[in-house]
């Protein structure tokens, strides 16, 4: 087989379906969310997804919300796990105040944990507190 043949029978890294690929990655659809938390709350929040571990087969994800107090602050939100090979099936670990665990087996289910884990009292409550405490250290330098 020559050189050719062989680029012939690879994937091609373009097109509509590869877009789509992309599209439903769960690190695509997690930075959404991260990018949607930092333009909310300017200045206040910080979102940002960390590759925890990139094994020969398996992919973690870390979501992570930092606010400027302190040290800085970071919470983990949430952390999925997938397969090298195929994104879904994954594992949601959702950092609550009991870890709880879904089994997303779809892009759609993934997405519907997310809204579960972004509509949930314990995220409101989280991004809320930590906005508080950045407007009261914000106050302090007033003083």
Not at 48 to 58: G, N, R
Not at 66 to 92: D, M, N, Q
Not at 126 to 134: C, E, F, K, R, T
Request: some cysteine; hydrophobic content about 40%.
């Amino acid at each position: 087989m020559d050189i050719q043949q062989i680029l012939d029978i690879l994937p091609d890294a373009k097109g509509n379906a590869f877009t789509q690929i992309e599209k439903d990655n769960p690190h695509s659809i997690m930075k959404d969310y991260a990018n949607a938390i930092n333009e909310k709350y300017k200045s206040k929040l910080l979102a940002k997804i960390v590759d925890s571990d990139l094994s020969k087969s398996v992919v973690n994800y870390e979501f992570y919300i930092s606010a400027p107090i302190g040290r800085g602050y970071f919470y983990k939100l949430f952390e999925t796990t997938s397969s090298i090979s195929s994104p879904y099936p994954l594992k949601i670990s959702f950092f609550a105040k009991e870890t709880q665990f879904f089994q997303c087996e779809t892009v759609e289910e993934f997405n519907q944990q997310l809204l579960n884990i972004f509509k949930s009292q314990f995220t409101a409550n989280l991004l809320l507190n930590l906005i508080a405490q950045v407007n009261l250290k914000e106050l302090d330098k007033v003083f």
